[in-house]
């Protein structure tokens, strides 16, 4: 029998092209007439040079890929709003916060550090939180983390410490991971890294959204009020949904289960309407106060505790619009943190100091070309002008004779340009003296009364994940002295700690190092700890529904109305993703049981008839739902047929786990007591 006529152009049988949409053409306009074959001799034949559209398009496609960050390769990013809630005028000239209710445009990426652009989303590290706010007086980038220390003292060390941490020089592995031989070399010798190596090690550094981080700009700033007067000043962004984080065995998982977590989940919730949303909050205090502190407010290793000088928010930042497109606005984002504006200004900061230089440096190298800040994400969005001119991939056409300044071609009623002002940014006239060196200030050499601040801060269950991590990541170091050294430093935070993770390892104690200066009983500080300001909601919170053929409607309805009503969301998985006969209707679950693992979830339910509960009892990947659901602290709701999953698992009624109806009040919560009795913990 004959078939369809073969189509010549797409090669399918009986198919014609499609057609819709604009017309499709080169890159110089020329419209194009045959997307899908590329210019032969004949139907069998060789392809031509001639065939200009072949060779633009692969000639495109060959240099799409740009350098990847050197460190911040993967990132994810959104659009927002700040908003000015509390004008300080008498602290600071910056505009942006002289207004009450005065709205500025941001750009975030929040992203990995260690990690190549196509790594995972949820190793453990430090993430970067990087607000690009476009000012009316200009772009300020706050370009900070998630953690408010940083590993080194001065930016010198900034490349040693980058090298230590990524792939190992000679092998190329691991990817993304702290936990081998040359990131903890580093950290044994250079004890100014522990306190952020504390924080890393604690939960901060497995967040469970981009959504509920903190973000800190880590470095002391300075403001500058009208009358040129100078505060100093520390930034920090408080998450509405409040800090919260994953645990250890979860995140593991989920590098399996969905490699794209973070950047998922914050796409989708901003595509639902439930944007992100951080309080903007300052800690002001001046050179008496600073002097007054026994660390030194210019060292990055340190905190100045909320308990010392209380937070201020001064404003709110709303992430309301997923970004267009990934290569054009995160990969081309070029933050900067020498972009400040009028009334804020830099601190002696060592650190600091250096990365005034670096992010300059590194765009040219990423985005080739000077003129970076004209493409659109990086652009301002008040009127720039200047007498810098030309250079690759120069988008503008300045009009006019005058590209230098001074001049006086307005006397020759010719436009002379733009000029100076003396509204525009000054810096705040500091008085300094000394020699010539190259020194560390006797100041910064305190390396261990704020780790034990830390640790001591944590809830019993906080201080165990801290241990533990910090067993799993030596238990990778192959190097014993390396091992023993890391030891000898933790024993000086705090002996409870060095001794649970030598313990933890099934190694001697080492003898303590000798500190330069002898640690404090520093206050522990309650806002340090995730679990003691956990908020209890359903809030950003996501509840894996399991049900099958024939379950209740009626209760899967009730179940997610009452979730979604405060807040929360439902995602519903079933053994297949077809759609689902079930008592009282049908439903198109979205997802199927062996894709939609329990460690996508903050909780989970399960509404099922007894035949198939009893099916899905001999399921491994039913088993491992409720197994993985109980190992990570989760609350599991569940009706009668369901019981069958459960105590094929093991798991019986309990905290945290009973009848789904409890669980919009039960899945507000992770159950940490729950822990001890399930892993052994350093
Ligand atoms: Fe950095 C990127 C944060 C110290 C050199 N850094 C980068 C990003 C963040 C941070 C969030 C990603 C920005 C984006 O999303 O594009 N970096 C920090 C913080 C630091 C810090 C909070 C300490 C307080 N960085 C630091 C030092 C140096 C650099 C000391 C070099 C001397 N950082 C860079 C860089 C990157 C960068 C190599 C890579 C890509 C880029 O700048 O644009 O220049």
């Not at 495109?60 to 740009?66: G, K, M, V």
């Not at 201080?463 to 990541?473: C, L, M, N």
């Not at 509840?543 to 979604?564: P, Q, R």
């Not at 009848?659 to 992770?670: C, G, H, I, V, Y």
Request: hydrophobic letters at 40%.
């Amino acid at each position: 029998m004959a078939g369809k006529p073969f189509d010549t152009i797409t090669g399918n049988a009986g198919e014609t092209q499609q057609r819709g949409g604009a017309v499709l053409t080169t890159n110089h306009g020329i419209p194009v007439s045959d997307n899908q074959n590329s210019l032969r001799a004949g139907d069998r034949g060789p392809t031509l040079l001639e065939d200009f559209l072949l060779r633009e398009k692969i000639f495109h496609f060959d240099h799409e890929r740009i350098p990847e960050r050197i460190v911040h390769a993967r990132g994810s990013a959104a659009h927002g709003v700040f908003t000015c809630t509390d004008p300080i005028p008498d602290l600071t000239r910056a505009s942006l916060l002289s207004e009450k209710g005065k709205d500025t445009p941001v750009f975030v990426r929040f992203s990995t550090v260690a990690g190549g652009a196509g790594s995972v989303d949820t190793p453990r590290d430090v993430r970067g939180f990087a607000v690009k706010f476009y000012t009316d007086q200009g772009n300020w980038d706050l370009v900070g983390n998630n953690i408010p220390v940083f590993f080194i003292q001065d930016a010198i060390k900034f490349p040693d410490l980058i090298h230590s941490v990524k792939m190992e020089a000679d092998r190329g592995y691991p990817q993304a991971a702290s936990a081998h031989d040359t990131f903890w070399d580093f950290v044994s010798l250079m004890p100014e890294s522990l306190h952020t190596v504390i924080w890393a090690m604690s939960d901060r550094a497995i967040p469970r959204s981009l959504r509920m981080m903190e973000g800190f700009g880590v470095h002391t700033f300075k403001f500058v009020n009208g009358k040129g007067e100078t505060s100093f000043v520390k930034f920090h962004w408080r998450p509405a949904l409040g800090t919260q984080s994953l645990i250890w065995d979860e995140s593991a998982k989920l590098q399996g289960a969905d490699n794209d977590y973070h950047r998922r989940d914050l796409h989708e919730a901003i595509a639902a309407g439930d944007y992100p949303e951080w309080d903007f909050a300052v800690q002001v205090f001046d050179q008496k106060l600073a002097d007054s502190l026994p660390y030194d407010v210019l060292d990055p290793t340190k905190i100045v505790p909320e308990e010392v000088v209380p937070l201020r928010v001064v404003g709110r930042m709303v992430l309301n619009r997923n970004p267009d497109n990934h290569f054009a606005e995160n990969e081309q984002a070029a933050f900067l943190p020498s972009n400040i504006v009028p009334g804020i200004d830099f601190s002696d900061d060592p650190l600091l100091q250096g990365r005034l230089f670096s992010y300059l440096d590194t765009q040219k190298s990423r985005l080739g070309t000077t003129n970076f800040h004209q493409i659109p994400v990086n652009a301002p969005k008040c009127p720039y002008a200047n007498m810098m001119r030309d250079g690759l991939m120069q988008t503008q056409v300045p009009k006019g004779r005058a590209n230098y300044e001074p001049n006086s071609l307005d006397q020759a009623g010719e436009d002379p340009g733009p000029r100076a002002s003396a509204e525009g940014f000054s810096t705040a006239p500091q008085d300094i003296a000394g020699e010539k060196l190259r020194i560390r200030a006797e100041s910064f050499g305190d390396h261990y009364s704020q780790p034990r601040m830390y640790w001591r801060s944590m809830t019993e269950n906080e201080q165990a994940h801290i241990a533990s991590a910090f067993v799993f990541e030596l238990s990778k170091v192959g190097l014993d002295h390396v091992r023993a050294r890391v030891l000898s430093h933790l024993r000086v935070i705090d002996g409870d700690l060095g001794a649970r993770v030598a313990k933890g390892l099934g190694v001697d104690l080492p003898e303590p190092v000798t500190p330069f200066r002898e640690p404090l009983d520093l206050a522990p500080s309650d806002a340090l700890s995730v679990q003691k300001n956990w908020k209890e909601t359903l809030k950003g919170r996501k509840i894996g529904l399991l049900i099958a053929e024939g379950s209740d409607k009626a209760g899967i309805d009730k179940l997610t109305d009452t979730i979604k009503a405060e807040g929360g969301s439902v995602f519903i998985i079933a053994p297949k993703v077809g759609p689902l006969k079930l008592k009282g209707g049908t439903i198109t679950p979205g997802g199927q049981l062996a894709g939609s693992p329990s460690v996508l979830f903050d909780a989970i339910a399960m509404i099922l008839m007894p035949d198939q509960a009893d099916q899905l009892a001999r399921d491994s990947a039913a088993i491992g739902f409720v197994m993985d659901a109980f190992a990570h602290l989760k609350a599991i709701g569940h009706c009668k047929g369901s019981g069958v999953i459960l105590s094929r698992a093991g798991i019986e009624d309990g905290e945290g786990v009973g009848p789904w109806e409890d669980l919009p009040e039960t899945a507000k919560r992770r159950y940490w007591a729950r822990e001890a009795s399930l892993r052994d913990l350093a």
